[in-house]
């Protein structure tokens, strides 16, 4: 009987301990332990956005609402004509100046070289244009991005808010530019999301 008795015990053990799933075995559901994509992190940059063709030296800026390439093209000026677009906008070089920087103190340049440009925006165009996200570059010969200056004694402004029809812009920005690089610069004026940038070739003078 005692045998018997034994026996019995031993298999109710074991078959209650093959059902019962050993403490904290539990699988973790899938939806609670995988992040859901966020639709707004940061996605690959747009290949067509502008940088490739000889004409547009510099990618466009990506700006909200402007996901695909520009609709409004023109083609490149040299740096004492306009660029001229289909729909009536046009960009061009008002005035050159130049000169050095003479502010002393943390952060300044003293004797500085720099190149003052004035640029005006004329909107011909059937609608208003947002100009708050201007971008400048001067490129140099070799490629090579100029250095804006800031220095009080340049006064600059940039583009800001939205020109409308039949209105223009006017900005000015200054650049670091040396005396013997001022024959052969590009200036890219990428100045809103349904435009190419106005690109002038050419010398400063």
């Not at 990618?59 to 390439?69: F, M, Y």
């Not at 690089?181 to 106005?198: I, K, N, P, Q, Y």
């Amino acid at each position: 009987m005692s045998i018997a008795a034994l026996a019995l015990c031993v298999s109710l053990v074991a078959c209650s301990g093959g059902t019962e799933p050993p403490s904290g075995a539990e699988p973790t559901s899938s939806t609670s332990s995988t992040p859901a994509p966020d639709a707004t992190a940061g996605g690959d940059p747009s290949d067509d956005s502008g940088g490739s063709a000889p004409d547009q030296p510099i990618a466009k800026v990506e700006r909200a609402g402007h996901s695909g390439d520009p609709t409004v093209t023109a083609p490149p000026a040299s740096t004492g004509d306009p660029v001229t677009y289909d729909d009536g906008v046009s960009v061009r070089i008002d005035d050159v100046s130049f000169s050095k920087e003479t502010a002393q103190g943390p952060g300044s340049f003293p004797d500085r070289e720099y190149a003052r440009l004035t640029l005006t925006i004329d909107n011909d165009s059937a609608g208003p244009i947002d100009l708050g996200t201007s971008v400048l570059t001067l490129l140099d010969a070799d490629g090579t991005a100029a250095v804006r200056v800031y220095a009080a004694e340049a006064e600059t402004s940039d583009f800001a808010g939205s020109v409308a029809a039949g209105k223009t812009a006017t900005a000015t920005y200054a650049f670091a530019v040396p005396a013997d690089s001022r024959d052969e610069v590009t200036l890219v004026v990428d100045f809103d999301g349904d435009h190419t940038s106005a690109v002038f070739r050419g010398g400063l003078d």
